[in-house]
């Protein structure tokens, strides 16, 4: 391949994640790249040989285009590298994948994924990428753009309540595989018919989710930064509303919900830390009993380690009361002792005073206690 084709075939395997373009196999060839895709692993087992395995057929972890991975068997005749470009067994026909892992670390990979099957039930490697299986390989790639754009009119055309969001093209360009949204059940039978006398090819639909979706098409969250499902999140880990309520956050739909529509999954990095620091708060619903009055809990600031208190009789006014003092006084309580007034207690004060359109002005005064 000259200098040419290999810019325009590096540009094209972006959506793949290899940063290389592809060239004539060299053994000595050091092609592994670390942070190429989302799909990058670490192989901490690399240098490790166990010797109590016996010769035979081994597994490698092969990914394709997007989030999709498989295990695929090989004799040990074939050695492959992480990194490599090879040819794999499909449901006809092969497919043009990249290996992942090889070695000890994926039968570890295997069992953490829950894939069971024996290696002879496994699909074969069938050798390391020719020139010609790369060449049309990237000529379907190319080809994937100009399909997504001409299904998604013919979709419209057939007035289809459903939103095609990806194509992947089998590595010997005999199949491809459409990814697509849809709120309700769709009775595609006429799209596939004509998608098959379109291009000429096999055709599968494959629906995704609304997470998946947004980790397809990419974009950039209120963060600022590009969304963590397309840059590096692989798995998805469920997120619920008690995420939101135990870090205190404001319950409002368009703030808690990403491009996906669904609640975000930064929800989760920071909740254990609130779960470990929420162990050292005494129950919210705790009254302090003072002569003054009952004091009622109204928030808390977890890191900062204090509880907001304000009067049944005087809402607007809040008084911050570190932990410690509230479970003394919570003890005292308990004993039958009143303190004159929680104002003596209070670390800051916050004067709440609502405008005609009900919304508060907060004004903090800070005080020292002993």
């Known amino acids: 391949m000259n200098d040419d084709q290999q810019a325009k075939a590096a540009a094209s395997f972006m959506p793949r994640g290899c940063c290389r373009a592809p060239r004539v196999y060299n053994p000595k060839d050091r092609i592994f790249q670390h942070s190429c895709c989302k799909l990058d692993e670490h192989n901490w087992l690399k240098d490790y040989q166990n010797p109590a395995k016996k010769e035979g057929l081994q597994i490698a972890e092969v990914r394709f285009k997007n989030g999709r991975k498989d295990f695929f068997s090989y004799t040990p005749d074939l050695e492959l590298k992480e990194g490599e470009i090879i040819a794999v067994e499909a449901a006809a026909g092969h ?3 990249i290996v992942t892992l090889v070695g000890e670390i994926v039968e570890l990979q295997m069992k953490r994924k829950k894939v069971n099957l024996p290696s002879e039930g496994l699909k074969k490697v069938y050798r390391h990428a020719k020139l010609s299986d790369v060449e049309k390989w990237v000529g379907a790639i190319e080809q994937e753009e100009h399909t997504l754009f001409r299904s998604r ?3 419209l055309d057939l007035n289809l ?10 590595g010997d360009k005999t199949k ?3 990814y697509y949204t849809a ?3 769709v009775d595609f039978r006429e799209l596939i018919k004509r998608l098959a006398e379109e291009f000429r090819i096999r055709i599968e639909m494959r629906q995704i989710g609304m997470r998946q979706e947004a980790a397809k098409l990419g974009g950039i969250g209120s963060c600022g930064r590009e969304l963590c499902c397309s840059s590096w999140m692989s798995e998805f880990h469920s997120v619920s509303t008690n995420v939101a309520r135990l870090q205190q956050l404001s319950p409002n739909p368009q703030k808690l919900a990403g491009q996906c529509g669904k609640l975000k999954c930064c929800l989760n990095y920071e909740y254990e830390a609130y779960v470990d620091a929420l162990k050292a708060f005494p129950d919210d619903r705790t009254v302090i009993k003072t002569q003054k009055g009952d004091a009622y809990h109204q928030k808390s600031d977890i890191f900062k ?3 907001w208190y304000a009067y049944a009789n005087d809402r607007n006014n809040l008084m911050a009361i570190p932990i410690e003092k509230v479970k ?3 003890e005292g309580n308990r004993k039958g002792k009143l303190p004159e007034k929680l104002e003596d207690f209070a670390f800051m004060k916050e004067q709440q005073a609502n405008d005609d359109y009900g919304n508060g002005n907060n004004d903090p005064q800070y005080y ?3």
Do not use: T
């Open 153 to 155: 009119e013919i979709a």
């Open 328 to 330: 003394e006084l919570a």
């Open 95 to 97: 497919d043009i994948g």
């Open 305 to 307: 380690g204090l509880m």
């Open 183 to 185: 709120e309700d059940r």
């Open 368 to 370: 020292n206690y002993e």
């Open 161 to 170: 309540e459903m939103k095609m969001n990806d194509v992947e093209y089998q």
């Open 176 to 178: 491809a595989i459409f």
